[in-house]
């Protein structure tokens, strides 16, 4: 599976980005797919993961209420809808997607098999 992480770009304290990941070589079927980022000076963090079992979905509590992730599998593509944003969201963006089961494993970015390269988030205050 080969990952494009897309969307980035520079936006002003309190507006919205869209963060695409379109998958090619094959589809997301059977895999949690996560965001995670990473800022200069920072380790990579978790951001937010949809799960293929049950669907569910997990955030990481800086963005709790202001980013949605979701997934469209026609389009093979995981969104991340990112609203209300702050200067400390600025940071390389990446996608992962593994077949973990698990959200600890994902969480922690372990169990994730396939990563995209990041897309730039700037947020000016």
């Known amino acids: 599976v080969q990952l494009q992480a897309s969307g980035g770009g520079l936006v002003q304290a309190g507006g919205s980005l869209r963060l695409s990941c379109a998958a090619s070589g094959r589809t997301f079927s059977g895999y949690d797919v996560g965001w995670y980022r990473q800022a200069p000076g920072k380790e990579r963090e978790f951001v937010a993961a949809t799960m293929w079992s049950g669907g569910r979905t997990h955030y990481a509590d800086s963005v709790k209420g202001r980013f949605t992730i979701s997934r469209d599998n026609a389009k093979n593509t995981v969104y991340l809808q990112m609203n209300s944003l702050k200067p400390e969201d600025t940071a390389v963006y990446y996608c992962?997607?593994?077949?973990?089961?698990?959200?600890?494993?994902?969480?922690?970015?372990?169990?994730?098999?396939?990563w995209g390269k990041g897309t730039q988030v700037t947020v000016s205050s």
């Open positions: 992962a997607a593994g077949l973990t089961g698990s959200v600890t494993l994902v969480r922690n970015g372990n169990g994730m098999d396939y």
